[in-house]
C-alpha cells in the first residue's frame, strides 16, 4: 500500500492539467491548485499517507455523508419521505427535478437533498446548536479535536448561495422544509465550510469501512444495514452526474466535494482520502478521481470483486 501511495504522489506530481478550482466560492478561488494530498486508513489501522495529507481544506459536500449520519439517527427511515435515493443525473445544484417530483430531491447528496437533510439535524435546536452537533460529531469520528469551521468559507457560501437559497424556498412551498429556509442554509453552508486535512478525513470514514462500528470505541455509530445503504448512495450518488462513471471506473463508494476532496471507502479494508483542488468538468476532483482509479487498480479494489 506505501508503494501505491508513493507511485501514486509521483505520478501527481506530473500532472499538468489539473482541472479548474471552483471560482464562484471567493473563499475557494485563491487554493493553490498545484496542492494534492492522500491519505489511507486500513482496516487494521494502519495509516499511510502522501502529498499534502495534513494540510486542512474546505469538504464542502463531503459534509453530505456525515450530517446524513446524523439525520438517520435523529428520524431513522422516516428520512427517505422527504428524500429520495435515486441518483438525479443532474449537477449538484439543479432545480429541474423539483417542481415534476413535487419538492422531493432526488437524494441526499444533491444540494437540495443535503439542505433537507440540514432541516432535519437542525431538529428543534437553533442553527448554532446543530452546527455544533456536526462538528463534535466529525470530531469525534476521527478522533481528532482539531477540525474546525473556516468561517471565511462560510461567509463566501451564503454571500453567493442564491441557487441554494432558491432550492430551500422552493422545497418550503411544497411542504418539505419544517423549519426556516434560513435557519437550514446557515446550518448547511457552516457544514460545507468544515476544513480537515486528508487524514482526518481518512479517520472519519473509518466506521463505514466497518459495518457502522467506531474502531477507537467498539461501539455502533450507526447499524452495518444503515452503513452498507450509505455505501450505496456514496457509489451510486456521491458524484452528482459524474458518479456513474466513477463507479464505472473507481468501482468503490466515493462522495467528493467542490472544495477538491473526495472520501472514498472500500468495505472491510480502507478509507481513503485524496484532495486535489482543481475541478473536472462534472466538478469533482480531477486529479483525485484519477488517484482513485490508479489507487483502486493497484490494490485490486472494487466491490465487484471479493
Not at 499511510?48 to 463531503?62: K, L, N, R, W, Y
Not at 429520495?84 to 449537477?91: D, H, K, L, Y
Request: hydrophobic share 45%; glycine share 12%.
Amino acid at each position: 500500500m506505501a508503494t501505491a501511495v508513493a507511485e501514486i504522489v509521483a505520478h501527481a506530481a506530473t500532472v499538468a492539467d489539473r482541472g479548474k478550482v471552483a471560482d464562484y466560492i471567493p473563499s475557494l478561488r485563491r487554493i493553490d491548485s498545484a496542492r494534492f494530498g492522500i491519505a489511507i486508513v486500513a482496516a487494521d489501522g494502519a495509516v499511510h499517507t502522501g502529498g499534502d495529507a495534513d494540510e486542512p481544506f474546505s469538504i464542502q459536500s463531503v459534509s453530505k455523508v456525515f450530517a446524513l449520519t446524523l439525520a438517520l439517527g435523529k428520524v431513522g427511515a422516516s428520512l427517505w419521505r422527504r428524500v429520495g435515493v435515486e441518483p438525479s443525473g443532474t449537477a449538484f445544484n439543479s432545480v429541474v427535478q423539483l417542481e415534476a417530483e413535487k419538492g422531493i430531491p432526488r437524494n441526499p447528496f444533491i444540494n437540495a437533498g443535503a439542505i433537507v437533510v440540514s432541516d432535519v439535524v437542525l431538529g428543534a435546536g437553533k442553527p448554532r446548536d446543530a452546527i455544533g452537533d456536526i462538528v463534535r460529531f466529525v470530531r469525534f469520528l476521527c478522533g481528532d479535536q482539531t477540525v474546525f469551521i473556516d468561517s471565511d468559507v462560510a461567509n463566501s457560501e451564503a454571500a453567493t448561495g442564491f441557487r441554494n437559497i432558491a432550492l430551500g424556498n422552493y422545497m418550503r412551498s411544497f411542504g418539505n422544509m419544517h423549519h426556516g429556509v434560513e435557519d437550514a442554509l446557515k446550518v448547511y453552508f457552516h457544514q460545507c465550510a468544515i476544513a480537515m486535512s486528508c487524514r482526518q478525513l481518512a479517520m472519519a470514514g473509518r466506521y463505514l469501512m466497518l459495518e457502522g462500528i467506531h474502531p477507537d470505541t467498539g461501539d455502533a455509530v450507526v447499524t452495518a444495514l444503515r452503513a452498507r445503504r450509505i455505501l450505496s448512495l456514496m457509489l451510486t450518488c456521491g458524484h452528482y452526474d459524474g458518479s456513474g462513471e466513477f463507479a464505472f471506473r473507481v468501482g468503490i463508494p466515493g462522495k467528493s466535494g467542490v472544495g477538491g476532496g473526495i472520501l472514498a471507502i472500500v468495505p472491510g479494508k480502507a478509507s481513503i482520502a485524496v484532495w486535489s483542488p482543481g475541478l473536472n468538468h462534472r466538478g469533482n476532483s480531477k486529479l483525485g478521481s484519477e488517484a482513485l482509479e490508479r489507487l483502486a487498480a493497484a490494490m485490486n479494489w472494487s466491490v465487484f470483486t471479493s
